[in-house]
Every structure is written in C-alpha cells, then in structure tokens.
C-alpha cells in the first residue's frame, strides 16, 4: 500500500511541476504592444525584454495614461520624430521639451539595438550636464530616416522597434513646422497597449524574437 501511495504522489507531483512549468513558459511566451495612435494613423512598437527599466517605465506611464493628448513636439524630416513631453499639453510652445514625470532612468545600452528605421529611443539631456547619459523618464523619438541614425549608437537608449506604421513617422516627419522643429499644428498622440502572444505578433507582423528583426515589406505598411 505505502509503495502504491508514494507512485501516486509522485505522479501528481510531476504533474504539478509541468504545469507549473507549462504556467511559466505561457507567461514567458506573452508579449504587449504599443500602439500609438496619430491623426495620420496609428504606429506600432515592440518593447524590448532586454532593456528592463525602459520597457517597464514606458508600459506604467501609457497604464497610466501619462502620453495621451502629449504631442511630438519635434519632428525632422531625415532624421527622427520625437514626443512624450507633457509640456507639451500646454498652450506655451516655448516648454516644450524640457518637462517628463519628474525622474529620469540609467541609460540601458545593448549592442543588440541600434538606431535603425523605426527604431524607439529615449531623449536625454547633453552629455554636459548629463555624462551618465540618463534618459527622460518619457520623452522619446522614433527614428525616422530609412538608412538610421547611427551616430547615435551607444549614446542613446534604443528600447523599442517600429513593427507597423513607418510611413505615419514619415508623414509626421514632413508635416510643416516652425522654427525650433516644431509642427505649425499639434500632433497629438494616444499611447494604447495591446496584450499578444508572442507567436500571434510573429505571425501577424513578421517580428523575429531571435535576431529582433521585422519583414521589410510589412514595417512599411
């Protein structure tokens, strides 16, 4: 009887390790999206895993919906798009730029990430008053020009990639603006996040997990 029992426990207790095992792969396997959305359309990003703080700081602020009616503020054509200002909900033109939650984040460089189309980065101060090289706690730009920004690299924490929606940064890139790079009219954004299993954003956008790259013919959709 004690043998028959003690076959019994174990069974279950390795049924209950792959579970356990089956529960945490699942987690594992999940991802969520960022989807910002513009008048010009909406653009799609993908979060690293690899730049943690990053990656977390910007899912709390859009949870909280810290970027909403935010605009991008400044915008070059050749070169990159950037938001996530909250000065920037303000009537004074002259602040934009210079507000965030109130912190700023250690720089997080991964060779693995460069400044290439699309690409999501964090702004920062100049290495003057800033030689740590910490990022804006939400200030952010997308890199707009096709051939990337790579001078940037290393200097500069990339966190994120465009998956859908170049040409919204391209036509946001172009829109007229004023001296200082900012647009004549506001270009507003709303920061929505989607939930998606890994496998789903793969099969959908051409995103590989592996080597972080997205089908040429699918990002410019």
Request: glycine share 8%; no cysteine; charged share 25%.
């Amino acid at each position: 009887m004690k043998k028959i029992v003690s076959a019994i426990l174990l069974i279950v207790g390795i049924h209950l390790s792959h579970s356990s095992s089956a529960t945490s792969f699942k987690k594992v396997e999940k991802d969520t999206l960022v989807v910002i959305g513009t008048a010009f359309g909406e653009i799609t990003v993908i979060l690293f895993q690899e730049t943690p703080e990053h990656r977390k700081n910007f899912l709390k602020l859009a949870n909280e919906k810290f970027f909403d009616s935010t605009t991008f503020h400044r915008i070059i054509k050749g070169f990159m798009i950037q938001g996530g200002d909250p000065n920037s909900k303000d009537s004074i033109p002259y602040n934009d730029g210079q507000g965030g939650p109130g912190y700023t984040i250690p720089g997080e460089f991964n060779p693995a990430f460069t400044h290439i189309q699309g690409a999501m980065a964090a702004a920062r101060m100049g290495d003057q008053v800033n030689p740590e090289k910490r990022s804006s706690g939400s200030q952010f730009y997308l890199v707009e020009n096709p051939t990337g920004t790579t001078f940037l690299d290393r200097n500069y924490s990339v966190f994120g990639q465009t998956i859908k929606g170049i040409n919204v940064i391209q036509t946001i890139a172009e829109q007229p603006k004023a001296p200082g790079d900012r647009p004549l009219k506001d270009i507003k954004m709303w920061v929505k996040l989607v939930p998606m299993k890994k496998e789903k954003v793969t099969e959908t956008y051409g995103y590989d997990y592996v080597t972080h790259s997205v089908k040429p013919e699918l990002i410019k959709k």
